[in-house]
């Protein structure tokens, strides 16, 4: 039970109606949209419709206070680890699962921005604070879809959660293209999953690809971390997620070898080296924007289930904008748990796609011997890496397996190939190829091809 003073303390928001859209395994849910149509549009706006809409956040910080064990341990890992078959969570299960996660029908406390926008999702007003939900249903991103695409769920065909969702997705659809059209990047990557028996070995491998829900739902995280990055200002000590320009060399190769391969290259290389220029996107006190959102405010503030910057985002609004307190840390104290904060998440991306190529392992040995298409996704002085078409599980060719023996093979780094000596033949990324599949390591997590 929440302290009923605690709830007298915050702005009272049960009777909004809210909803949390997450996948459909998701235990811990830390966002949430409140809808509500404005009954009197202001003579301003034009008289045409007007919404508030909030995006309400877990608080995190009511629960976890600086110096305590339980945030003392979340420091230390940074971040939740999502591998393949087990989630290593940054924060005690009954915190991350129980107490803070957004369940429907439960009050929960929130750090929340709440935004009074128009038809064409220009902002007007918005307000950060300190809030009480009480979440009316928790969707999946399937429902969701289905419902945007016009499907009758009869679970909510009597709600009003399939009008106020084309309502919003109308809107983040208009967000969207606002910020692509200031530049943002529009690269999106299916996510591979596996279906896993009982002895956790993969049976299947699949692909989630993003779709309007998805975009709905980011839109408006985007819209509230860069609020709140704009809100807070650049003078006081602050935690933003930077992004710096990228590899100007890289692109002019890139610009080069697009121009040579005209409508050859599939798009799939040309993002593949797209993202390969940029820079890492980083956390920092020092603000320089960034530059694949386009945004010159950003901040990370809308998971502080699994990220401990969020939660450290979350504690300097309730100082610099709710009680107009000093932040208690240096700028250097606070750089330095930037530093590290990135760190934890660069490792635990590598320990996500190690985890991943374990598992793309152990299914790609249980097709030894077989014959598959596939695409070269990476150029060596070693070999080439092939990634294949239907699973998508990557794989060496070493050099020695490419040609004929006796055949001489010259890496050409800039425009991505290997030329063979003595007849100029050319291997290129992107190009389409046969390998066979000859060895796979799962103690090192390696896969073996030969070119057919």
Not at 330 to 351: F, G, I, N, V
Not at 407 to 412: M, V
Not at 414 to 438: F, M, P, Q, S, W
Request: charged share 30%; aromatic share 8%.
């Amino acid at each position: 039970m929440i302290d009923e003073r605690e709830i007298l303390r915050r702005r009272d928001m049960r009777d909004v109606f809210t909803f949390t859209i997450d996948p459909a395994d998701a235990k811990d849910f830390d966002d949430a949209i409140s809808f509500e149509k404005e009954p009197t549009p202001a003579p301003s706006l034009n008289g045409g419709e007007v919404y508030r809409i909030g995006v309400h956040i877990a608080d995190v910080s009511h629960y976890v206070k600086p110096g305590t064990k339980t945030d003392d341990d979340a420091y230390k890992r940074g971040t939740s680890t999502y591998l393949v078959d087990r989630v290593i969570p940054m924060l005690p299960e009954e915190l991350c699962n129980d107490l803070c996660s957004l369940r429907p029908g439960e009050d929960k406390l929130c750090m929340s921005v709440v935004f009074l926008m128009d038809a064409d999702a220009r902002v007007h007003k918005y307000k950060i604070c300190r809030t009480v939900i009480r979440s009316d249903a928790r969707l999946n991103y399937d429902e969701v879809q289905e419902m945007l695409q016009g499907v009758d769920i009869p679970e909510y065909r009597d709600t009003e959660i399939p009008k106020v969702l084309k309502k919003l997705d109308t809107l983040a659809q208009k967000l969207r293209a606002e910020r692509l059209a200031n530049g943002a990047l529009a690269i999106e990557q299916d996510e591979m999953r596996f279906r896993l028996d009982e002895h956790c070995h993969p049976t299947d491998i699949y692909f989630e690809s993003p779709n309007e829900a998805h975009h709905l739902i980011e839109e408006f995280m985007l819209l509230a971390n860069r609020t709140v990055a704009k809100a807070v200002g650049s003078g006081r000590p602050f935690v933003y997620r930077v992004h710096d320009l990228p590899d100007n060399e890289k692109l002019d190769d890139l610009k080069k070898f697009k121009k040579r391969m005209g409508t050859r290259i599939p798009q799939q290389t040309i993002d593949l080296l797209t993202i390969r220029a940029q820079a890492k996107a980083v956390y920092s006190t020092y603000n320089i924007g960034h530059y694949g959102l386009a945004f010159s405010h950003y901040t990370h503030f809308t998971s502080p289930i699994r990220r401990y910057p969020d939660l450290m985002v979350h504690r300097l609004v309730e100082k610099y904008i709710l009680t107009g307190k000093p932040c208690p840390l240096t700028r250097a104290e606070l750089e330095e748990k930037c530093e590290h904060c990135s760190a934890c998440e660069q490792e635990a991306a590598q320990a996500e796609r190690d985890s991943i190529k374990l598992f793309q392992t152990m299914w790609m040995a249980d097709h030894i011997g077989e014959i598959l298409p596939g695409h070269i996704t990476g150029v060596t002085d070693f070999g080439l890496f092939v990634q294949l078409d239907d699973s998508r599980c990557e794989g060496l060719v070493h050099i020695s397996k490419v040609g004929f023996p006796g055949e001489t093979w010259k890496y050409d780094e800039k425009n991505y190939r290997l030329i063979c000596a003595e007849n100029g033949i050319t291997h290129t990324l992107g190009d389409a190829v046969r390998v066979k599949v000859v060895k796979t390591d799962i103690n090192r997590s390696q896969i073996d091809f030969e070119l057919v």
